[in-house]
């Protein structure tokens, strides 16, 4: 159909229309007048190549996509602000955190390891866990994950540790997972990776939410005070919601439930106004507790419990915006460890070296120039000057003839430009003994990282029951994955280093003999448990940025469903109606609600706890319905509370739920929020034959 453009008319103007619209341009400021036809000749002619706002339009379309990240593609993110509790001035002159009080912006991104871009959230993996601190002295960016430790201790095995864990290189699959052949044939030939691989088989690569689990820095670094004092530091953000997991049944069933699930839950609670927050914790050491430690600090593979270097919590992180646009902010961000400003530092770890190195070099493949730093999210928020020059996007116009320091042009009466400063400027830590070490040039490791299975040990052994018996059944589940039929024992063999019962109970649930111990490169050193490594032991009981999915039908009690509803909010929670339909849903009352979820395309897993107010005549309807006998026995098995009127009771039999301290008759309201802050791991021998 022919479309007549229309010149401007009466309080029309080149950029504004009458409806207070800005008019669509063209990227060069050209006020379009017609976006929905192509310029033709004639109504039913050729495309003409005239047409520069069609080709302009492509162009742009067909350019839109860029390199994912070549790992943590698949990320969300949130701006913010970090909040300095007390002054660090005696540990360290960096000016973030130097002035109780004193509040930093934040841009932080967390993410899964192994995916693409456009995988599921939801996979068995190790999430990033990426601040960017935009700081008056220049950007930190502090690069972790939610996991203290590392698969390898030298970055040269990084692109292998890599490749093994993605999808297979001649078939393209696994996508995110890391159930396959060449991971655990990796893994099998790496010890180094054991202590590792504990924490990665346990549920905390199933966080709940990623407002709901803990991030690392991982690597030992330094805070250098005004005196040029040298204290080493661990970095641990601690959520203000606990720690909590999803068990491994409900992680894969909410990968059908919603590819986005962390994406969806971070946006929605901020957008809400539930601001997730962390604490900063530091482990603050020196030299003489590092060297009295009986592994190395420089040693990725290890961490420092808590109960040997306390945490010292200095400041906290609230997340308090969502990005305005994912790809400008999310995808175009680029944390980069080695964005380090004066009065920290790195330390040998080999791993951190290398990082230092990759994350510049990979960003400039990514981003596709050196100038990726002009981008408005990885831009400084401080004043920047320097000479560097030109480069693909160019986006600032430098002034003045000097592009060269020194430079005398200033005698000239022109601005010579910015000039190094020693007091202000970064330096490096000078007179640490990690940092005096000398010698032959060689490929080596240390002697002292060779103890891979002491710490893999103990954190096994921080686990209580329940949990080891999570990270036996997600080995047996992962290697069960595995068809090279030689990795199965060799992992096993190794294992019987960290412990000789974990191994038994892999092996049998496998069903498979138990293979012969392999050679540790150091004895195994019985080291003491770290309770603060257990997410049981350490979960708060609360509702606070939970979520109650309230199940109901025609006929159910308007009064129960208030007072149900008010609860859940008064206790920090929020909650969604789920029913056979969206409109019209008639109370007892006559008043009408609509749901927020239909049924079938709203299971339980996407809940923390579910409330069954439902009629009788509802309760019979739904206990023919597989997807409600589904939702409940679902929420069952993966041991949430289940809240109930009397007419449910139809439907609770029907998803064979039987009667513990988590199913709890509505009646009593305050009664079903206590039992809904809290999951029921005891439930579990009754619904799940663990190994
Ligand atoms: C302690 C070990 C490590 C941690 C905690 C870690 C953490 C992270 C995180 C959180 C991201 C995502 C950043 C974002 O959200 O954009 C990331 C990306 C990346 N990491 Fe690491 N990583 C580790 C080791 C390594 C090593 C050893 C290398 C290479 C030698 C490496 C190379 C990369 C690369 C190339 C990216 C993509 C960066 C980008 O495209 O912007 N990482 N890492």
Same mark, same amino acid.
């Given at each position: 159909?022919?479309?007549?453009?229309?010149?401007?008319?009466?309080?029309?103007?080149?950029?504004?229309?009458?409806?207070?619209?800005?008019?669509?341009?063209?990227?060069?400021?050209?006020?379009?007048?017609?976006?929905?036809?192509?310029?033709?000749?004639?109504?039913?002619?050729?495309?003409?190549?005239?047409?520069?706002?069609?080709?302009? *339009?492509?162009?742009?379309?067909?350019?839109?996509?860029?390199?994912?990240?070549?790992?943590?593609?698949?990320?969300?993110?949130?701006?913010?602000?970090?909040?300095?509790?007390?002054?660090?001035?005696?540990?360290?002159?960096?000016?973030?955190?130097?002035?109780?009080?004193?509040?930093?912006?934040?841009?932080?991104?967390?993410?899964?390891?192994?995916?693409?871009?456009?995988?599921?959230?939801?996979?068995?993996?190790?999430?990033?866990?990426?601040?960017?601190?935009?700081?008056?002295?220049?950007?930190?960016?502090?690069?972790?994950?939610?996991?203290?430790?590392?698969?390898?201790?030298?970055?040269?095995?990084?692109?292998?540790?890599?490749?093994?864990?993605?999808?297979?290189?001649?078939?393209?699959?696994?996508?995110?997972?890391?159930?396959?052949?060449?991971?655990?044939?990796?893994?099998?030939?790496?010890?180094?990776?054991?202590?590792?691989?504990?924490?990665?088989?346990?549920?905390?690569?199933?966080?709940?939410?990623?407002?709901?689990?803990?991030?690392?820095?991982?690597?030992?670094?330094?805070?250098?005070?005004?005196?040029?004092?040298?204290?080493?530091?661990?970095?641990?953000? *601690?959520?203000?919601?606990?720690?909590?997991? &999803?068990?491994?049944?409900?992680?894969?069933?909410?990968?059908?439930?919603?590819?986005?699930?962390?994406?969806?839950?971070?946006?929605?609670?901020?957008?809400?106004?539930?601001?997730?927050?962390?604490?900063?914790?530091?482990?603050?050491?020196?030299?003489?507790?590092?060297?009295?430690?009986?592994?190395?600090?420089?040693?990725?593979?290890?961490?420092?419990?808590?109960?040997?270097?306390?945490?010292?919590?200095?400041?906290?992180?609230?997340?308090?915006?969502?990005?305005?646009?994912?790809?400008?902010?999310?995808?175009?961000?680029?944390?980069?460890?080695?964005?380090?400003?004066?009065?920290?530092?790195?330390?040998?770890?080999?791993?951190?070296?290398?990082?230092?190195?990759?994350?510049?070099?990979?960003?400039?493949?990514?981003?596709?120039?050196?100038?990726?730093?002009?981008?408005?999210?990885?831009?400084?928020?401080?004043?920047?000057?320097?000479?560097?020059?030109?480069?693909?996007?160019?986006?600032?116009?430098?002034?003045?003839?000097?592009?060269?320091?020194?430079?005398?042009?200033?005698?000239?009466?022109?601005?010579?430009?910015?000039?190094?400063?020693?007091?202000?400027?970064?330096?490096?830590?000078?007179?640490?003994?990690?940092?005096?070490?000398?010698?032959?040039?060689?490929?080596?490791?240390?002697?002292?990282?060779?103890?891979?299975?002491?710490?893999?040990?103990?954190?096994?052994?921080?686990?209580?029951?329940?949990?080891?018996?999570?990270?036996?059944?997600?080995?047996?589940?992962?290697?069960?994955?595995?068809?090279?039929?030689?990795?199965?024992?060799?992992?096993?063999?190794?294992?019987?280093?960290?412990?000789?019962?974990?191994?038994?109970?892999?092996?049998?649930?496998?069903?498979?003999?138990?293979?012969?111990?392999?050679?540790?490169?150091?004895?195994?050193?019985?080291?003491?448990?770290?309770?603060?490594?257990?997410?049981?032991?350490?979960?708060?009981?609360?509702?606070?940025?939970?979520?109650?999915?309230?199940?109901? &039908?025609?006929?159910?009690?308007?009064?129960?469903?208030?007072?149900?509803?008010?609860?859940?909010?008064?206790?920090?929670?929020?909650?969604?109606?789920?029913?056979?339909?969206?409109?019209?849903?008639?109370?007892?009352?006559?008043?009408?609600?609509?749901?927020?979820?239909?049924?079938?395309?709203?299971?339980?897993?996407?809940?923390?706890?579910?409330?069954?107010?439902?009629?009788?005549?509802?309760?019979?309807?739904?206990?023919?319905?597989?997807?409600?006998?589904?939702?409940?026995?679902?929420?069952?098995?993966?041991?949430?509370?289940?809240?109930?009127?009397?007419?449910?009771?139809?439907?609770?039999? *029907?998803?064979?739920?039987?009667?513990?301290?988590?199913?709890?008759?509505?009646?009593?309201?305050?009664?079903? &929020?206590?039992?809904?802050?809290?999951?029921?791991?005891?439930?579990?021998?009754?619904?799940?034959?663990?190994?």
């Amino acid at each position: 159909m022919k479309h007549d453009s229309t010149p401007p008319t009466g309080g029309e103007t080149h950029q504004t229309t009458n409806a207070s619209h800005p008019v669509l341009t063209t990227n060069q400021g050209i006020p379009v007048a017609d976006n929905q036809n192509s310029l033709k000749a004639g109504a039913r002619g050729p495309v003409l190549l005239e047409d520069f706002i069609l080709r302009e *339009k492509i162009f742009h379309f067909d350019h839109e996509r860029i390199p994912e990240r070549i790992v943590h593609a698949r990320g969300s993110a949130a701006h913010g602000y970090f909040e300095l509790y007390e002054s660090l001035a005696d540990i360290t002159k960096a000016d973030l955190f130097q002035r109780a009080g004193e509040k930093t912006p934040v841009f932080a991104r967390f993410s899964t390891v192994a995916g693409g871009a456009g995988s599921v959230d939801t996979p068995r993996d190790v999430r990033g866990f990426a601040v960017k601190f935009y700081t008056q002295q220049g950007n930190w960016d502090l690069v972790g994950n939610n996991i203290p430790v590392f698969f390898i201790q030298d970055a040269i095995k990084f692109p292998d540790l890599i490749h093994a864990v993605k999808m297979e290189a001649d078939r393209g699959y696994p996508q995110a997972g890391s159930a396959h052949d060449t991971f655990w044939d990796f893994v099998s030939l790496m010890p180094e990776s054991a202590h590792m691989i504990m924490w990665a088989m346990s549920d905390r690569t199933i966080p709940r939410s990623l407002r709901m689990m803990e991030g690392f820095g991982v690597h030992t670094f330094c805070m250098v005070n005004s005196e040029g004092k040298n204290t080493f530091v661990k970095f641990h953000w *601690k959520p203000k919601l606990g720690l909590q997991s &999803t068990v491994w049944d409900e992680a894969l069933k909410l990968q059908a439930a919603d590819n986005d699930y962390h994406r969806r839950d971070l946006f929605e609670a901020i957008n809400q106004g539930n601001y997730p927050e962390w604490e900063l914790g530091l482990q603050l050491f020196d030299q003489a507790t590092a060297d009295s430690l009986p592994y190395d600090v420089l040693d990725a593979t290890k961490l420092i419990p808590e109960e040997v270097v306390p945490i010292r919590i200095i400041g906290r992180m609230v997340l308090d915006r969502n990005p305005d646009n994912f790809f400008a902010e999310t995808e175009q961000v680029a944390f980069c460890p080695s964005n380090m400003v004066p009065g920290m530092d790195f330390t040998n770890d080999p791993l951190l070296q290398g990082r230092l190195f990759s994350y510049l070099d990979t960003q400039k493949s990514r981003l596709g120039t050196t100038n990726f730093h002009q981008i408005p999210i990885n831009a400084p928020r401080c004043p920047m000057h320097n000479m560097q020059r030109d480069g693909m996007m160019q986006m600032s116009v430098p002034q003045g003839r000097a592009n060269y320091e020194p430079n005398s042009l200033h005698q000239a009466g022109e601005a010579g430009g910015p000039r190094e400063c020693p007091v202000t400027g970064f330096s490096s830590f000078q007179g640490r003994p990690d940092h005096d070490e000398q010698g032959d040039k060689l490929r080596i490791r240390p002697e002292a990282f060779a103890d891979h299975y002491s710490q893999a040990r103990m954190f096994y052994q921080s686990q209580t029951p329940n949990e080891q018996a999570h990270i036996a059944s997600a080995i047996v589940f992962e290697l069960s994955k595995v068809e090279l039929s030689h990795v199965p024992p060799k992992v096993i063999a190794n294992f019987r280093n960290i412990s000789e019962e974990l191994a038994a109970r892999v092996a049998k649930g496998l069903g498979l003999p138990l293979p012969e111990k392999s050679p540790a490169a150091a004895p195994v050193q019985e080291l003491d448990a770290s309770p603060a490594l257990s997410i049981q032991q350490n979960m708060k009981s609360t509702l606070d940025g939970r979520s109650v999915g309230i199940l109901i &039908t025609d006929g159910s009690d308007a009064t129960l469903l208030k007072a149900t509803q008010e609860a859940i909010e008064a206790a920090g929670g929020t909650f969604k109606l789920i029913a056979e339909r969206i409109h019209n849903i008639a109370l007892s009352d006559g008043s009408t609600v609509k749901a927020d979820g239909k049924l079938d395309g709203t299971p339980s897993q996407l809940f923390d706890a579910v409330a069954l107010i439902l009629s009788a005549e509802g309760s019979t309807r739904l206990a023919k319905e597989g997807a409600a006998v589904q939702f409940v026995m679902d929420a069952f098995g993966h041991l949430k509370a289940i809240g109930y009127t009397d007419a449910a009771q139809v439907l609770l039999d *029907k998803a064979h739920v039987e009667a513990d301290a988590g199913v709890v008759a509505l009646s009593r309201t305050d009664a079903f &929020t206590k039992a809904a802050s809290r999951r029921y791991y005891d439930r579990e021998p009754n619904v799940r034959n663990l190994a």
